[in-house]
């Protein structure tokens, strides 16, 4: 039975009362999915696929349940053929508090994990372990799942990529067992620096959605941009693809030149400006840094102050609107790194928004942009990022931002939205 499963199950793209479960079994098999609120499984609901995607090697079937109590835990596992569940496989999540109602957690951000064919192996570092053990709500990746560096047209050969970084014991585990929001990078997209021009775009935007338990895309599905949204009470998140519409770092720096590209640029502004009104606090996550100074960094380095005339375009926004809700999660840059957004300054020369870096999980340490208010860390691996928000319902919420290496607090910072 265990042979039948070739990668997952992982659980993402949850909500209050719903979420996804995917996982690839042998072409030949039959799945259904296993769901109680009980750690035994016992008077579970039986759930077939909601969808089917379908190679020579395997079968990516996806479970959507639907129509489930908010704040809620439920376990799961997979029946596939006439055998018992794979009680080894066995994962969980918990349904999100309701929407637009007030709501206090934790989850856990990160980016950045070696592994693929040049590391002869994928990331089995013990921070996915200390992750899990803190019991966040979801975890929300920024980023480098693993360093493949895939530039591929086939589909497989960017699925191969998941399915290394699932066939891990740590990881595997960590996404069976805590929900999972992703956005990519360069290195899990189409390799270093890898932009709209990169050969194995499709494929990769493929793959993701044939993989990935996601939220729904904007876009919809097939050769579409993968960014994304979602709320916890209320709290909006809006995961921006910072890689597949870009335009090249080298290109002139004028208001051609792009990160995010016309439409989801729009969509962007769109969102942070009703979240202005409706949300005390949005998470934008951007998976490339946002501070920095081009004539220091370098004019081609691979961040948003590489595109300065988008990133002003933006930063105006914000101000021009009154936008003072805003909190930014990054990676990229293998370091952890806390702005309170006295350095994050726009064309008027005010603070703006808080910036947090939360990276590396077990590449080696790397500096990219400066400065940020609340220190640079990059001196270990096993690093990631807690963020509570404590919503009591008044007009603002509470945000406690927490830097980790291990076990171990670097930095912290506590503030109130809107600011």
């Known amino acids: 039975m265990a042979n039948e499963i070739i990668f997952g199950p ?18 030949n098999a039959t799945a259904e999915l296993i769901l109680s609120r009980s750690a035994t499984l016992s008077d579970p609901a039986r759930l077939a696929p909601s969808g089917i995607t ?7 079937v996806a479970f959507t349940p639907t129509g489930l109590p908010p704040g809620t835990q439920f376990h799961y596992a997979l029946k596939v053929g006439g055998d018992p569940p794979t009680i080894d496989r066995q994962g969980r999540f918990s349904t999100f508090p309701a929407e637009n109602s007030p709501a206090s957690f934790t989850f856990a951000c990160a980016g950045d994990a070696k592994g693929g064919e040049i590391f002869s192996g994928f990331s089995n570092h013990r921070v996915y372990d200390v992750i899990r053990e ?6 929300l990746h920024l980023g480098d799942i693993h360093y493949d560096n895939i530039d591929s047209t086939q589909v497989s050969r960017h699925v191969k990529g998941y399915r290394g970084v699932l066939d891990t014991d740590r990881q595997g585990r960590l996404y069976r067992e ?3 929001a992703y956005i990519w990078d360069d290195h899990d997209y189409c390799g270093n620096a890898s932009d709209r021009d990169s050969s194995g775009r499709q494929a990769a935007r493929l793959a993701y959605q044939q993989c990935v338990p996601h ?3 904007v876009e919809g599905s097939g050769n579409v941009a993968i960014y994304q949204a979602f709320t916890v009470g209320r709290v909006r998140f809006l995961l921006t693809d910072a890689r597949s519409e870009r335009t090249s770092r080298t290109e002139p720096d004028d208001a051609s030149k792009s990160i995010l590209g016309a439409r989801q640029k729009q969509w962007l502004k769109d969102e942070l400006l009703a979240g202005r009104d409706r949300f005390p606090l949005v998470v934008w996550v951007s998976s490339v840094p946002w501070i920095g100074d081009p004539e220091e960094e370098g004019d081609d380095t691979d961040a948003w102050f590489s595109y300065s005339t988008e990133r002003a375009e933006m930063g105006s926004f914000v101000e021009e609107n009154g936008i003072n809700n805003i909190l930014m999660l990054c990676a990229d840059a293998h370091m952890v790194a806390l702005d309170d957004g006295s350095n994050n300054r726009g064309v008027t020369g005010a603070g703006g928004f808080p910036v947090f870096h939360a990276s590396p999980l077990d590449r080696s340490n790397s500096v990219k942009g400066k400065p940020f208010s609340h220190g640079i860390f990059a001196m270990h691996k096993g690093q990631f990022g807690l963020v509570t928000i404590n919503d009591t319902g ?10 980790r290496q291990m076990e171990n607090e670097l930095v912290t910072h506590t503030f109130d939205s809107p600011r």
């Open 10 to 27: 992982w659980v993402g793209g949850v909500t209050s009362t719903s979420a996804v479960i995917k996982a690839a079994i042998d072409s």
């Open 178 to 180: 805590v929900p999972l």
């Open 54 to 60: 379908a190679t020579s090697q395997m079968r990516v």
């Open 215 to 217: 939220y729904p895309l």
């Open 134 to 139: 803190e019991d966040p709500l979801f975890f």
């Open 394 to 403: 008044g007009a603002t919420l509470e945000v406690v931002l927490r830097g």
